[in-house]
């Protein structure tokens, strides 16, 4: 991208107006209103300007690729043209893919004569180290990609042992050893209380809680038992002794009866 010389002078008033942009540079200049109008109007120019060489950049770059890979597919009958255009993207920035790659690599194994073969490989490792230049930078802008690129800490060397004295063939007894601790007598244990002699022990096993139950209910029972009996045979006497009155008085009457009616039969006769 070339600017002319109007391009340049506004090129450097807006670097200038960008570095102190309370310092007017075309105050003083004749032609230039006060308001600073016109120097908007040249510096919106120039940016146009600059966007139409950045497209009309990315349009030629465009067709260039477009026609390097027209080659490229056409080789090995095209291997001239191909050389030629892979030369001149190069020159505008171009970085070769694998594919350029893979095509200088036939080229330079086919059998030519010693200066197209030289000139093949020396733009072979020329292509193979743009690839690798831009490998690298794709790699550094990744997450942590610069971490490769930082040199490896060296481990600090290890302290070196230190020389031990030598063992004695004899091992030297400590204090503790030469006077052992003096150990307190251990006191016998004194006897505890004597259990009287008993020729017979009960069952020690102890009997279910509903048996107790049992126990304790049966004397109430069998006296409840006696009791209502007691009462029954009360009851029973008092009723014959009452039945046999009443069977006396029954007769009694009977035989009054009997004998009032035999009475009057008497006197008739």
């Known amino acids: 991208m070339a600017f002319s010389a109007d391009e340049l002078r506004v090129l450097r008033r807006a670097l200038a107006a960008a570095l102190q942009p309370t310092h007017r540079t075309t105050a003083a200049e004749p ?70 790659l893979a095509a200088l690599r036939l080229l330079c194994a086919r059998q ?41 800490p060296v481990p600090a060397p290890a302290p070196e042992p230190r020389p031990k004295a030598p063992r004695p063939g004899r091992p030297v007894p400590t204090p503790g050893e030469v006077f052992p601790p003096r150990r307190k ?39 409840a038992v006696a009791f209502v009996a007691l009462i029954v045979t009360i009851v029973k006497s008092q009723g014959g002794e009452n039945k046999s009155k009443e069977d006396a008085a029954v007769d009694a009457a009977l035989a009054r009866a009997e004998g009032a009616r035999q009475e009057p039969k008497a006197h008739g006769a």
């Open 112 to 152: 030519r004569g010693p200066e197209e073969h030289a000139r093949r490989t020396a733009l072979l490792r020329h292509c193979e180290r743009l690839a690798e230049r831009s490998v690298r930078a794709r790699l550094r802008a990744l997450p942590g990609g610069r971490v490769a690129d930082e040199p490896t």
């Open 185 to 223: 007598p251990v006191r016998p244990p004194r006897p505890g209380p004597r259990e009287p002699c008993v020729l017979w022990k009960p069952h020690s096993r102890r009997r279910p809680l509903v048996m107790d139950y049992v126990a304790a209910l049966v004397p109430p029972v069998v006296m």
């Open 31 to 100: 032609g230039y209103d006060a308001d600073g109008a016109q120097e908007v109007q040249e510096y919106l120019r120039l940016a146009e300007a600059v966007d139409e060489a950045a497209r009309e950049g990315g349009r030629l770059r465009a067709f260039l690729l477009a026609d390097l890979a027209r080659y490229r597919d056409a080789l090995p009958g095209s291997a001239h043209g191909y050389l030629a255009q892979l030369q001149e993207a190069l020159a505008a920035g171009y970085d070769p893919v694998p594919a350029d």
